[in-house]
């Protein structure tokens, strides 16, 4: 697991009081948070990304055992979500809704995106969706193409979180041999 480390998301993103949605501290380009909504696991995950592509992760969820897990730590961003973030930034407008979903469940599984471009924080939830979105211009492109990418890395944080927790099941080669004879 990457190195572990405390920082505050108050320092990196904050509500403004002004508009009511998140800003995002100008050393940083993209903030992610999943929340599952009333699941088993109760997953709360947050990625923040800086301008040099650095990334501090803090996630929480309940085990097996309903036990509360909480760890923040910074981690190396794989190389197609800072293409794809780098495709975002570098665009000269950005047009995107400020949410996108099919239907509202109280207490849903929900994302929300922070992007700073061009010295604007847009703001962007991603709620309950019953089918793939669909691009409407180069700006969804991209960004409906970072949702999956987020997807993928927030089930192997979580499932990497999974395995430090779990006691070795495995018996070394050695050990089975001499259990047979």
Not at 12 to 38: A, C, M, P, V
Not at 120 to 142: D, R, Y
């Amino acid at each position: 697991m990457p190195k572990q480390m405390d920082f505050e998301v108050l320092k990196i993103r904050k509500i403004d009081s002004s508009t009511g949605n998140f800003k995002l501290h100008e050393d940083y380009i993209l903030s992610y948070d999943h929340f599952d909504g009333w699941s088993e696991r109760l997953l709360s995950l947050g990625i923040y990304v800086d301008i040099i592509f650095e990334c501090k992760v803090r996630l929480h969820f309940l085990d097996k055992n309903m036990a509360r897990i909480e760890k923040q730590f910074e981690c190396e961003i794989p190389p197609e979500i800072k293409t794809s973030i780098l495709g975002i930034i570098n665009l000269d407008q950005i047009v995107l809704k400020h949410y996108y979903a099919d239907m509202f469940l109280e207490d849903e599984t929900r994302q929300n995106y922070v992007i700073n471009h061009s010295g604007k924080s847009h703001n962007i939830t991603i709620g309950t969706l019953l089918k793939k979105l669909q691009p409407e211009n180069s700006s969804e492109e991209l960004f409906f193409n970072l949702i999956d990418l987020f997807k993928k890395w927030r089930e192997e944080f979580y499932h990497e979180c999974l395995k430090e927790l779990a006691p070795s099941d495995q018996i070394p080669i050695n050990e089975k041999r001499k259990r047979k004879r």
